[in-house]
């Protein structure tokens, strides 16, 4: 099995219903396929105090798979726009993946991450760790190869300025998330899927927005699709 994880970075009060709200989409997305998935926030963090740092993170367990066949999803995406059919779920495999995940719902914050969602562009710059000493670069915990998307209207040229030098190679997208919908996760997510695919489905993430947002569902779901269109990448 592999623990994928996502981390949140959001402003207290503020965004603190937008970062769970990211979460509990990628998790029930997760659900949608068969895979066990935990959210949660960090516990410092509360009680919340209007516009600091916050986390959250999002931990998925799946089947150990080749990185080829990790990523392969990123080219086939348009293919399953319309396809949308509930996965299959195994129990045994559900169980299996459940073990692996169970230890990760004992840490304070995942050991590593795949991607990195900023729902506020000035925090890539950094933010506080758990401890509250200095400052923790956005990608401190980012696996290499993973995925910073950013909320912002400023291009991923721009904003890598202000993000400190590392020797990890990673992808660097933004998407106007503000000027698409009032639930800026959801543009985010859509963007997330097109830089770091292997985390969740595009059609389990369609679902997942359908089923929490009833009537406005159509709307959100187009919301993603147009996201993963016009995010910006960049190669760092």
């Not at 207290?12 to 949608?32: F, M, N, P, W, Y």
């Not at 991450?113 to 401890?131: H, Q, R």
């Not at 670069?137 to 995925?147: M, Q, V």
Request: aromatic letters at 6%.
């Amino acid at each position: 099995m592999v623990v994928l994880a996502v981390e949140f970075d959001g402003r207290g009060v503020t965004q603190t219903a937008l970062l769970r709200a990211a979460s509990e989409i990628i998790c029930s997305a997760a659900d949608k396929e068969g895979n066990p998935a935990l959210g949660y926030e960090r516990y410092d963090d509360a009680p919340d105090r209007v516009g600091i740092p916050i986390k959250g993170f999002a931990v998925v367990s799946k089947p150990q798979i080749s990185e080829r066949a990790f990523w392969a999803d990123a080219d086939d995406v348009a293919a399953e726009l319309d396809q949308l059919a509930p996965p299959v779920c195994d129990l045994t495999h559900f169980k299996m993946c459940f073990d692996e995940l169970a230890p990760e719902a004992m840490l304070y914050e995942p050991r590593a991450v795949d991607a990195v969602l900023v729902l506020d562009d000035t925090l890539v710059k950094g933010g506080e760790p758990w401890a509250h000493i200095g400052l923790q670069p956005i990608h401190d915990k980012l696996k290499d190869g993973g995925a910073i998307v950013v909320n912002s209207k400023r291009s991923p040229e721009y904003l890598q300025k202000f993000i400190q030098p590392t020797d990890k190679k990673y992808k660097l997208a933004t998407i106007d998330a503000d000027s698409m919908d009032r639930i800026i996760v959801v543009p985010l997510i859509g963007a997330m899927l097109k830089v770091a695919p292997g985390i969740v489905s595009y059609r389990a993430v369609i679902a997942a927005v359908k089923e929490r947002y009833k009537a406005e569902g159509p709307k959100k779901a187009a919301v993603v699709r147009d996201a993963y269109n016009k995010v910006q990448v960049k190669e760092v």
